[in-house]
Nanobody
Framework: QVQLVESGGGLVQAGGSLRLSCAASGSTFSNYTMGWFRQAPGKAREFVAAIRWSDGNTIYENSVKDRFTISRDNVKNTVYLQMNSLKLDDAGVYFC?????????????????????WGQGTQVTVSS
């Protein structure tokens, strides 16, 4: 079992930055692929970014490439999402997710249903 707790959300102006954190507990954090997903009101949950445990490879949704950076600290059992140049469309509830599965491809890593554990989410609001 893995428990995930997100933090770092808040209100930011368009063009600003936020750093989200997801603290994990309950298992060997370094063996988990970690992902960030988001959900805007009235919209489906969508993939944002992930970092694969097996090789540290990072994958991003196209609209956040070059603006967001996912990273992990296996000593602190924490995964981060640095978000720069925020846009109105980036607003929503951001969820951290974890999976012990191996063999994720750059496509399957984007599938939320393949993650086993989820945090409660943290709200990101972007104002114009």
């Amino acid at each position: 079992q893995v428990q995930l707790v997100e933090s770092g959300g808040g209100l930011v102006q368009a063009g600003g930055s936020l750093r989200l954190s997801c603290a994990a507990s309950g298992s060997t954090f370094s063996n988990y692929t970690m992902g960030w997903f988001r959900q805007a009101p009235g919209k489906a949950r969508e993939f944002v970014a992930a970092i694969r445990w097996s090789d540290g490879n990072t994958i991003y949704e196209n609209s956040v490439k070059d603006r967001f950076t996912i990273s992990r600290d296996n000593v602190k059992n924490t995964v981060y999402l640095q978000m720069n140049s925020l846009k109105l469309d980036d607003a929503g509830v951001y969820f951290c997710a974890a999976s012990p599965k191996s063999g994720f491809s750059v496509w399957t890593i984007k599938i939320g249903g393949l993650y086993d554990y989820w945090g409660q989410g943290t709200q990101v609001t972007v104002s114009s």
